[in-house]
C-alpha cells in the first residue's frame, strides 16, 4: 500500500502526505507533529518557530526574482478528526493511517483518512522542501487543535506574522475559491437525574442504531443526513407509552461530525415486551424507509443483555426525551445574501446518559452572529425547559468576505487561464481558522481553498487524485502571480 501511495503524482505531495500520515495528531494531542514539523523545518535550515500555543511557523525567503512580491502565508492545521468504524481495530495514538489507492480516490481501511487537513500540510511541506519552484516570501504555518476548537487559531499572536496575504489549504472542493466562512459556538446542557432499582421482572435490551454516512456537520449538515442521536431519540419518544425505562446511552463522539452510531441500553417490563418490540420495529422501519436514498446502510438493532441494577426514573426519563425531541438539529436557516449556502444550524452531535448524569453537546454555527446566537439561545431555552444546566463555549467568529481584495482577482484570473473554466467565489458553512486569524490581522488579504475530499470526519473521508493534481498545479501558479508589494 505503500508504494501505490508514493508513486502517486505529484510525487512530492503524496510523499509528504504519506509520512506525515505515520505520525499520530489527532486534536489535543499534538505533540508528536509538532516536534515533526519543528525537525522538518529545521532539517531544511529554515528559522523555525514555536509559538506559545504550540503554532509552529516556518519561514522560507523569495527565490530569485520574486523579491518584490507581497510575501505570502501558507497555512494549515496539523491536526486531524480520529474516527474509526466500530468493527476496526486500531490506535490513533500508535498506529499510522493505512491508506490505499481505488481507482481516482485515496481511501483509508476502517478510519479517517486525515487528508483534511493533511494534504495541505503536505503541500506546504513541498515547498518548503523544493528547490526549482518560484514564490514569493513564505511563512509556513501549522495551528494545532483545528478540529475541536481552534485553539491554535485563537492563541496566534498579533506580530507573529509578517505576511500580507494568507492562504488557507483547508476546502474540499477544487472548483471554489473561498472567501468566507460560518463562525460556532459549543452549547452543552447537563442534568442529574434519579437512578432506581430495576424491577426484576424485566428484560434488558441493547439498541444499535449504526451504519450511517455521518460526515462534517458544517459542510454535509444540509444533506438531510441521519443523526444517530435523533434517531435512538425518536425511537424512545414513539414508543413512550410502554414500559421501558433507559439505562444507558452513548451517542457520538465528535462535536464537529454528524453522529453516525449510537448504543444504549433499556429495561422492558416482562409485561409489555412483546408489544414494546412490535413498536420498536414498526418504528424502526418506518425511518429506514424515510431514510433509504441517502442512508441506505442504517442498521436499528436489538438485543437481549444482563439485567442491570439501575435505571433512570420514569418521569426524570420522559422529560430527558421530550427534550431532545424538542432540541432542534440540522439547517436552521439559508442565507437570503448567497444562494445555497446555509446561514445558521446546530448538530446534536453527543449525548450520554449514565450514573445519573446525563451531558448533551451540540455544535451550533452560523455566518451571522445575530443569528447563530439566536439559535443558541433556542437550544439553551428548549433544555432549560428540560430542568437542564446550559453552558456557551468555544464560541468563534466567521470571517466576512472581501470581494475586492488583490489575491482574489490574481487566483480567479489565474483559474480561468489554467482551466478554461471561471472558478466558483463562495463562502462555507464550516469553521475555517480565516475569521479567528483576521481578528488579529484584519489587514491581510485571505483565500481558502484545496483539492476535492468526500467524506471528511468520517471513516469514509477520501481525497481525488486528480483533484489533487490540480490544486497543485494550481497553487504553484498562484504563488508565481503573487502580487507586487
Known amino acids: ?12 505531495l503524496w510523499h509528504h502526505f504519506y509520512q506525515l500520515n505515520q505520525v499520530p495528531r489527532g486534536s489535543k494531542k499534538e505533540e508528536k507533529v509538532i516536534e515533526f514539523m519543528v525537525a522538518f523545518g529545521e532539517k531544511l ?16 525567503p523569495a527565490t530569485v526574482g520574486m523579491e518584490n512580491r507581497k510575501t505570502v502565508v501558507l497555512q494549515s492545521h496539523l491536526d486531524m478528526v ?26 483509508a481501511k476502517g478510519t479517517t483518512l486525515g487528508a483534511d487537513n493533511g494534504l495541505g500540510v503536505a503541500a506546504i511541506m513541498s515547498i518548503l522542501e523544493s528547490t526549482d519552484i518560484s514564490h514569493p516570501a513564505i511563512e509556513a504555518l501549522f495551528t494545532i487543535d483545528e478540529e475541536t476548537g481552534m485553539t491554535g487559531a485563537k492563541g496566534l499572536q498579533a506580530n507573529f506574522l509578517k505576511g500580507e496575504i494568507l492562504l488557507n489549504l483547508d476546502t474540499e ?41 455521518g460526515g462534517h456537520s458544517g459542510m454535509d449538515i444540509h444533506k438531510g443526513l441521519g443523526n444517530a442521536n435523533k434517531i435512538l431519540n425518536r425511537i424512545f419518544y414513539e414508543t413512550l407509552p410502554f414500559n421501558y425505562s433507559i439505562v444507558e446511552i452513548n451517542g457520538g463522539s465528535l462535536r464537529n461530525a454528524i453522529p453516525r ?6 429495561i422492558v417490563s416482562n409485561d409489555d415486551k412483546a408489544a414494546f418490540l412490535t413498536k420498536f420495529n414498526q418504528v424502526a422501519n418506518t425511518i429506514k424507509t424515510e431514510f433509504e436514498t441517502m442512508e441506505s446502510g442504517l442498521q436499528i438493532c436489538l438485543s437481549e443483555t444482563q439485567l442491570p441494577e439501575k435505571t433512570m426514573l420514569k418521569q426524570d426519563q420522559e422529560l430527558f426525551i421530550k427534550t431532545i425531541y424538542a432540541a432542534h438539529n440540522g439547517v436552521y436557516r439559508m442565507s437570503p445574501d448567497m444562494e445555497d449556502l446555509v446561514e445558521t444550524s446546530n448538530n446534536i ?10 451531558q448533551i453537546h451540540c ?34 467568529p466567521g470571517w466576512k468576505p472581501n470581494m475586492k481584495s488583490s489575491i482574489l482577482k490574481t487566483m480567479t484570473e489565474v483559474y480561468e487561464d489554467l482551466f478554461q473554466s471561471k472558478a466558483n467565489v463562495v463562502a462555507c458553512h464550516a469553521g475555517l481558522e480565516c475569521g479567528i486569524l483576521g481578528s488579529n490581522y484584519p489587514n491581510m488579504e485571505m483565500i481558502s481553498f484545496g483539492p476535492t475530499i468526500t467524506g471528511a470526519h468520517s471513516p469514509d473521508e477520501k481525497a481525488s487524485i486528480s483533484s489533487s493534481q490540480k490544486f497543485w498545479k494550481f497553487l504553484l501558479e498562484v504563488l508565481k502571480k503573487t502580487p507586487v508589494k
Not at 452510531?261 to 433499556?266: D, G, K, L, V
Open 1 to 12: 500500500m505503500k508504494d501505490e501511495i508514493l508513486q502517486l503524482s505529484p510525487l512530492r
Open 45 to 60: 535550515g529554515l528559522e523555525t518557530l514555536v509559538d506559545t500555543t504550540q503554532n509552529v511557523l516556518i519561514r522560507k
Open 82 to 107: 480520529h474516527q474509526k468504524n466500530a468493527n476496526t481495530q486500531f490506535d490513533f495514538d500508535k498506529q499510522g493511517i493505512e491508506m490505499y489507492v481505488d481507482g481516482d480516490w485515496v481511501k
Open 173 to 213: 472542493n477544487d472548483s471554489e475559491i473561498d472567501v468566507g466562512c460560518a463562525g460556532g459556538i459549543d452549547v452543552s446542557a447537563t442534568k442529574s437525574y434519579t437512578e432506581v432499582d430495576v424491577n426484576p421482572n424485566s428484560t434488558a435490551l441493547n439498541i444499535v442504531v449504526n451504519g450511517l454516512n
Open 261 to 266: 452510531e449510537s448504543f444504549a441500553t433499556i
Open 349 to 358: 452531535a453527543i449525548v450520554n446518559v449514565k450514573d445519573g448524569q446525563v
Open 363 to 396: 455544535l451550533t454555527r452560523s455566518s451571522v452572529e445575530s443569528s447563530k446566537m439566536d439559535l443558541a439561545n433556542a437550544l439553551k431555552s428548549a433544555f432549560e425547559l428540560g430542568g437542564f444546566k446550559v453552558s456557551f463555549t468555544g464560541s468563534y
